[in-house]
């Protein structure tokens, strides 16, 4: 059936329309797509779209901008507001313009009204930051960091270093309790952050305590980088007085978990860590009545088995403890040793085939006040048997002589 000649027209112009659509949306769509990889070329496509131009106003305005290109990103900022007077990145361009020049009453009201149209502006709220900080008006600092890192991607990146720096003021770390112990989104992040830096770890571990109190949960992981963090500082007191305070019941006069039950994932310099390298093995496992530590060593290797690192007074110690399944001639028997460093040993128990005395071993060591930290070890000594090194240690003590 032949169509009506009218009808091929209609169709001729609507597909006319159509191409004329598709010449003028194609540039913006893909202008506004790029607009943040190449926000001059997007803006070139798509100069009358004001979210463009802010965001080109917002790129030349930068930390290292010209006063030439900071006068230019200027008028483009004056252009997007005209273009679309929601443009935030315009209005906090023309806000932070205003503050180079000095005029702070004018980036007070810019900056304002950026926060009004929208919360998400990281620029927006690290101004608000500093202004707070500038007036001495920690919460208010502390409101804003927590509206940066709950709206912005970007913002963890940039503020994390800044708010860990800060908590070494008490004064803020008073703060920011309240806000973390809302577990807002950034909250894990932070303390992670926070756990893994090398610089004031007292603050960290300061900071960690009040959480605690607050009844906000601090990952083993993070708990553990404190601790480690503090003895690698040298601020041994420090690192034992938050280690107390994560391990209830601990003392300085004996060595922890007898009876190898803590399970720990990521444990501490002070708690039990077990070695594994080449030709040695060794792990923590439960066992009847607690856990046991299970270790073997290939024919002719030796070397340290499980180590847990002590803070004791100086005076006598004795080390008690329970074997099973050791079974070697006397040269290759395990030992555990006290150190002061590695050149130094305090003394050494030898552990005695299990099958005499029940496997039990005991022994004295005197610590002098000359070695204010000490380093426990269970050694392997090498094995000329085909099967090598093999046993388990039941349960373990090194406490204060009576």
Not at 27 to 36: H, I, K, N, V
């Amino acid at each position: 059936m032949t169509r009506p000649k009218s009808e091929w027209v209609i169709r001729g112009l609507l597909a006319l329309f159509l191409v004329g659509v598709g010449i003028l949306t194609v540039p913006r769509t893909l202008a506004f797509a790029m607009r943040s990889g190449n926000p001059a070329l997007a803006h070139r496509l798509a100069p009358g779209d004001g979210r463009i131009t802010a965001v080109l106003s917002s790129v030349m305005a930068g930390p290292g901008a010209t006063s030439k290109e900071r006068a230019e990103a200027g008028r483009l900022a004056q252009r997007a507001v005209r273009q679309d007077p929601t443009a935030v990145l315009a209005v906090s361009t023309l806000g932070l313009n205003a503050q180079v020049r000095g005029d702070n009453a004018g980036a007070t009201r810019l900056f304002g009204y950026a926060e009004i149209l929208s919360r998400r502006d990281l620029q927006s709220q690290i101004w608000a930051i500093e202004n707070s900080v500038a007036l001495g008006n920690v919460a208010q600092a502390i409101r804003h960091y927590d509206i940066a890192l709950r709206t912005s991607r970007d913002a963890p990146d940039l503020l994390f270093p800044v708010l860990a720096n800060a908590i070494d003021d008490a004064a803020i770390r008073r703060a920011l309790v309240p806000t973390l112990a809302q577990r807002p989104v950034w909250m894990d992040g932070f303390i992670a952050f926070v756990a893994g830096r090398r610089e004031n770890p007292a603050a960290a571990a300061s900071l960690f305590h009040a959480l605690s109190q607050a009844r906000v949960t601090i990952s083993q992981t993070a708990q553990t980088g404190v601790v480690n963090n503090l003895v690698t500082n040298g601020d041994i007191d420090d690192a034992w007085r938050y280690y107390a305070t994560i391990r209830p019941g601990v003392t300085r006069q004996r060595s922890r978990d007898p009876d190898f039950t803590a399970n720990l994932e990521t444990p501490s310099l002070f708690d039990w860590s077990v070695v594994n390298d080449t030709g040695i093995s060794s792990s923590i496992q439960r066992g009847e009545q607690g856990g046991v530590v299970e270790f073997s060593a290939a024919s002719g290797v030796g070397g340290p088995l499980l180590r847990q690192m002590q803070f004791l007074p100086p005076g006598r110690y004795r080390i008690v403890g329970q074997s099973s399944n050791i079974d070697q001639p006397d040269d290759a028997l395990p030992y555990w040793s006290l150190r002061c460093d590695q050149e130094r040993e305090l003394g050494r128990v030898v552990i005695p085939v299990s099958r005499t005395r029940g496997g039990r071993f005991a022994g004295d060591i005197d610590v002098p006040a000359d070695c204010p930290i000490q380093y426990l070890t269970l050694q392997a000594r090498p094995s000329d048997r085909p099967a090598g090194l093999a046993g388990q240690i039941d349960n373990f003590r090194l406490e204060a002589a009576r």
